[in-house]
Structures are given as structure tokens and as C-alpha cells.
């Protein structure tokens, strides 16, 4: 109704001539003029984005009114230009760029570069011995703390996308692609400088001959400064939720829909959740698993997980008496008894009776069987010293807990006793394996869809439809303390996303029965409906229906598929491609839109060097797409070759 009254007001206003028209004539003229200027990308960037930008005037739909918008802070018609000059070595020996730093129109920064380039990389140059790939150098661009565009040489590593130009890999080859050379060059020092100053804004890119120019501006904000709040959410997306809910919490009108019907009602709620294997390694030490807490006189590490514990009096007639009894007693805290692989009495000796006892159990005595507690069953002055090397395995009493051992002796004239008790501990690295589920609740919740998956990178759900995609077993390497461990298992970490729906009950359900009725009652020519009155009632009625006609409208875009010869000049940390292939040439594939002659015959836009491999028609290369992005997926998860077994 809306679009009717403007409609009629609209003729109100046109001369004679127009209001003759009907109109449903007029409207497809006005969709016919709109639709010629902003029917694709470049007549968009054309008509609006590079006018707008550069403050040039555009004109309305019509073509009879034109303005100058301002939606920038500051323009300049030349933001970037760019000049590269070839050299007999293929080279490109000079290479100048023109920059207007502060947008005002003037010329503020010129940089030659000091080398030849041989190579160009998505976000830097290579620069070897001219027209060979020795000697050579890789540069990244950047931009200093003044705001000056520069290179900063880094390794082969920090660049990405390069390939090899000059005539060792081929003749001619700067000449003959001078202009992707300037769109690769351009493309690289524009991604700096956006980087680095998110203001930054680029309409339009214009190749003449060696040289490439950009227009642009100052779109972001009218900040003096590049660090904006609204540049900060990109380093930390997770702080515009809380920056949202203070904005909201502060705002009238938020708080106005919030509390209104519509807004205490049904809604869909976004979960995100993750689960997580979590892998420990603690570094285990002797006296974490076996140590003396109490009694004793020593305790000895040797290393390597073996350690011993020392008891009694072993220093040469250090006790005296007349049968006299003398008690020592030690206590072990054993803390992992797993780990205890070995655990014994070696040797003891005393002067002149002795017993051994581990948890009040006698286990060991001397010299001859001495059982009770009370004296011995002999003389008690035995003249000398009895050693006794039982060797005896303590393993079955050491469990996990306190245990006591237990030195008694009988002295008569002077004596002395000893003890020892040696283990053996393992201290090798084991890991402690769990999984960290937090998205149980929502799995379990009825109200929750599984909407998005992440395995270890790879997505496996998306938009609630499962992808196909399964990860390939990982790889990771943990390290605490001492402790270093290789684990392989199917997933390490899954990033989840549920839709959750609730509801308050303080919005009613609404009623899809008229729209149910409307659907399987009507046809293309009778429209039915039912309407429900006051009191209750329905009243049902039908009346003609025709749909205008919309025209004809093609089955797709006309597109047709090109490729042109291309040398193999990739460059990459063991050298150029080609210089590793049978074939050093290969093709570069092209997707042209057809353009339509005026007898409305479609044509494919040949570029220079290109043969046509498919016409224009609606072409399908779907799956050619998917084949050739499974096999980089693949080889880029055996990229690493190395001679451990896995």
C-alpha cells in the first residue's frame, strides 16, 4: 500500500507524457535505471564507492541531480602510486613508490628501493644476484613508528605467496605480466598500511602502464589517531559482547524493546562452548613418590630414581650396656606406590642381637632366630659384630600410606647397630589425560541445536548441517618442567556453537491457521482466505488472483573460463618450482563475465595471451573446486617428513 501511495504521488508530480504511462511502467522503468547502476560490482565501485570516496560528485539514478557527499574525513585522489621499471636481468631495477601520507594531496614519503627485486611474495619482495636465485634476501613490508612505509628483512618463512621473476626462471617474465607484477607489488604495501592504520580506506586501483595508482581515504572514524575502539574488537573479539551489554544497559530505546512484549518473549540465544583434552606432565621427583617423615638418621639420593634411607647408631661402641635394649624406629611416606619399582633390605648388621620389623612384622633377625620381644634366646654378648644381607624385597608392605621400620638390638659391653632401606623409583614423564567438557549442559538441554563444529581447526558442522569433514589424527608435543612427551590422538580441542530457544510465556504463539488455510486453498488464479471475527467465528471468501508478469530472467550469470601460459616460478624455502618440474610452464585458469553484443550474441573477453577452454554458458566447476582444495588439504597434513615412526 505504502509503495502505491508513493507511486501515485510520484505521477502527481510528472509531466503528461509520464502520467500516461501506467503504473506498473513506470516502476519497470525505475527498476531498469536503477538496476544499470547498480547491477554489479563495478558499476557500484564506479558510480558510488569511488566518487564517494574521493568526494566527486555523483548523480542520482536519473542522471538530473548530482551532490558531493562527504563521507570521508580526509580524500585524496592518489592515496599510493607505485612505479616499477623491468632491467635487461629481468629484474625489476627500480622500484619507486609515491605515497601521501596525510591524505591532504601532496607527495610525503618516496621510497626507491636499494636492490633489484627478483621475486615478489603476497606481503614482501625477494631481492638475489641480479638475474639468478643466489644471495638472496627476503623483505616484508611494514611500517615504522612514524608512520613511514618500509621493508624489514626476515626470514623465508615470515613471507608467503612468492614466486621468482627474473631470467632464471624464465624470459621475459616481468615484461610479460608487468601488470599482475604491479597488482601483486601494490596489494602487499596496501595490506601494511591498512595494518597499520585501519583508517585507511581503497576505492580503486588504476594500472598505466609500469605505474599503479590508488584512491583512497581516511573512512574509518575522524580520529587523529589509527588505534580506534572500533578497530580494537579485532585483536579482541571477545571484549564487543561486554562493550555491547554496557551500551545496551545504558540506552532508553533497548531498554524500551527489552521489556516489551516481543522482547520478554521466545528468542534464539547463541551458546558457545568448547571441549578440550587436557593433557598434564608432572615432573616426578624421588621424594615425591618414597621419603622419610620421620626417624632415621639420613637419607641418600644417587640419582637416576634411587635413593636410600639410614637408621640406627652405626659408629663403633656407640651403645653401651648390660643386655640393654635400644629401639630405633623410621617412617616412610609412600605417596605413589606405582612407581616403586623396587624396594629392599640389603644389609644390616648389629652387635650384639638384633630384629628388624616393618609394621610391627618381624622380617629379618640375628644371629641365630630371635622372634619375641623380650631377651634374647642366647648369651647376649656375642663378642663381635653380626652382619646380616638379606636382600629382602619390602614391595609387598609398602603400600600407599605410612609404614614404620622398626631396629631393636640387645647391647651387652659396647655395641652398635645399622640399617638401610634402598629404592628404586621411576621417574619417567606419564601423562595425566582428561576431558574438559563444557558444553554438556547444552548438549543435554532439548531447547539446544548443535549449529557450529571446529575439530582442531576443521569445521564439521556448520549452520546445523553436518560438512562430511573429519580431521586427521593430531600430533602435539607437551613439556613441563623436565618432562617432554609426543601424544597422537584423533582431537585435542572441539569449539562448539548451540541455538537455544526459551521463552518467558509472556508472548502468545502465534496463530498460523489463516496463512495454513490461504496455502492449501488458493491456486494461481483464486485466492482464498478465512478470517476469524469478533465473536469467535470464521468467515471464509475467495476472490480472482493473477500475478503480473515479471519477465524472463536468465538461468545465470554468463561466465566463460580462459587460461593463459604461465612459467613456474613459485618460489619456496628449497628454491624455485620450476626449476623441480619436467615441465617448467604452466597455465593460469581465468573466469571472465561474457559481455552481450547488441544483437545479444554473448562473447568471452579474451586478455592478452588467453585461450578460451570453456564458452559462455552456466558453467559448473564445483567439483574441480573441491578436488583440487581436498589435495591441498592432504598434502598439507604430510607436509613433514621425518624419520620417526608414526
Not at 112 to 134: E, M, Y
Amino acid at each position: 500500500m505504502k509503495l502505491r501511495l508513493l507511486l501515485l504521488l510520484a505521477a502527481a508530480c510528472l509531466p503528461a507524457a509520464a502520467q500516461a504511462q501506467s503504473v506498473e511502467d513506470r516502476a519497470r522503468a525505475a527498476a531498469a535505471a536503477s538496476r544499470a547502476k547498480t547491477s554489479d560490482s563495478d558499476a557500484l565501485q564506479q558510480n558510488y564507492l569511488t566518487p564517494g570516496l574521493a568526494g566527486e560528485p555523483i548523480t542520482t539514478i536519473d542522471n538530473k541531480t548530482s551532490f558531493n557527499p562527504n563521507i570521508a574525513c580526509q580524500k585524496t585522489a592518489t592515496l599510493l602510486e607505485l612505479l616499477a621499471q623491468p632491467a635487461g636481468t629481468g629484474d625489476i631495477g627500480t622500484l619507486r613508490i609515491l605515497r601521501d601520507k596525510d591524505l591532504d594531496g601532496a607527495v610525503d614519503q618516496t621510497l626507491t628501493l636499494p636492490f633489484a627485486v627478483s621475486g615478489i611474495c603476497a606481503n614482501g619482495v625477494i631481492g638475489c644476484q641480479p638475474g639468478t636465485w643466489n644471495q638472496c634476501h627476503f623483505y616484508k613490508w611494514d611500517v615504522g613508528s612514524s608512520g613511514d612505509l618500509k621493508l624489514s628483512e626476515v626470514s623465508q618463512t615470515e613471507v608467503s605467496g612468492c614466486y621468482c621473476i627474473n631470467n632464471s626462471c624464465g624470459s621475459n617474465l616481468a615484461w610479460g605480466n608487468l601488470g599482475s607484477l604491479l597488482t601483486d607489488l601494490g596489494g602487499g604495501v596496501i595490506g601494511a598500511l591498512t595494518t597499520a592504520d585501519p583508517r585507511i580506506g581503497v576505492a580503486q586501483a588504476v594500472i598505466d602502464g609500469p605505474v599503479i595508482r590508488y584512491t583512497g581515504a581516511q573512512s574509518t572514524a575522524c580520529s587523529s589517531s589509527p588505534a580506534l575502539p572500533q578497530t580494537a574488537y579485532r585483536g579482541n573479539p571477545t571484549a564487543l559482547a561486554g562493550d555491547a551489554s554496557v551500551a545496551a544497559a545504558s540506552s532508553s530505546i533497548f531498554q524500551t524493546l527489552k521489556s516489551s512484549p516481543a522482547g520478554v518473549g521466545k528468542a534464539v540465544q547463541t551458546r558457545s562452548c568448547s571441549i578440550t583434552r587436557e593433557v598434564s606432565l608432572n615432573a616426578v621427583k624421588a621424594e615425591d613418590v618414597i621419603a622419610r617423615s620421620a626417624g632415621g638418621y639420613a637419607t641418600y639420593d644417587y640419582g637416576n630414581g634411587t635413593v636410600a634411607f639410614l637408621m640406627g647408631s652405626p659408629a663403633d661402641n656407640s651403645l653401651g650396656g648390660s643386655c640393654t635394649f635400644f629401639d630405633y624406629r623410621m617412617t616412610l611416606h609412600v605417596e605413589d606406590p606405582d612407581r616403586l619399582t623396587d624396594v629392599r633390605l640389603p644389609y644390616w648388621f648389629a652387635d650384639d642381637w638384633g630384629q628388624v620389623r616393618i609394621d610391627g612384622e618381624l622380617i629379618s633377625s640375628g644371629p641365630s632366630t630371635w622372634t619375641g620381644t623380650g631377651y634374647p634366646p642366647g648369651n647376649c654378648e656375642r663378642k663381635g659384630t653380626f652382619y646380616a644381607y638379606p636382600n629382602l624385597d619390602l614391595k609387598p608392605w609398602l603400600t600407599k600410606g605410612d609404614h614404620e621400620i622398626w631396629l631393636r638390638v640387645a647391647v651387652s659391653g659396647g655395641g652398635e647397630a645399622f640399617a638401610m632401606v634402598q629404592a628404586s623409583v621411576d621417574l619417567s614423564c606419564k601423562p595425566t589425560e582428561k576431558l574438559l567438557d563444557l558444553c554438556a549442559a547444552n548438549a543435554a538441554d532439548s531447547k539446544c541445536q548443535l549449529y557450529d563444529e571446529t575439530v582442531d581447526g576443521v569445521t564439521t558442522v556448520t549452520s546445523g548441517l553436518a560438512t562430511g569433514l573429519t580431521p586427521l589424527p593430531q600430533t602435539r608435543l607437551f613439556k613441563s618442567g623436565t618432562c617432554s612427551l609426543s601424544l597422537t590422538r584423533p582431537w585435542f580441542e572441539r569449539q562448539r556453537r548451540y541455538r537455544c530457544t526459551f521463552d518467558n510465556g509472556a508472548l502468545p504463539e502465534p496463530d498460523l491457521s489463516r496463512g495454513a488455510y490461504i496455502i492449501d486453498h488458493s491456486t494461481e488464479t483464486l485466492l482464498a482466505d478465512r478470517v476469524t471475527n469478533k465473536d469467535g467465528s470464521t468467515s471464509t471468501s475467495s476472490r480472482s488472483f493473477t500475478l503480473p508478469d515479471r519477465g524472463s530472467v536468465p538461468a545465470c550469470e554468463a561466465i566463460c573460463k580462459t587460461r593463459a601460459p604461465k612459467a613456474n616460478s613459485e618460489a619456496a624455502i628449497d628454491g624455485v618450482v620450476g626449476a623441480k618440474q619436467n615441465a617448467p610452464v604452466g597455465y593460469d585458469t581465468f573466469y571472465h563475465s561474457c559481455t552481450t553484443t547488441s544483437g545479444g550474441i554473448s562473447q568471452c573477453p579474451l586478455g592478452a595471451g588467453e585461450e578460451l577452454v570453456s564458452d559462455c554458458g552456466c558453467l559448473d566447476d564445483f567439483p574441480e573446486a573441491v578436488v583440487m582444495m581436498q589435495t591441498v588439504r592432504l598434502g598439507g597434513a604430510d607436509m613433514i617428513c621425518t624419520s620417526e615412526v608414526r
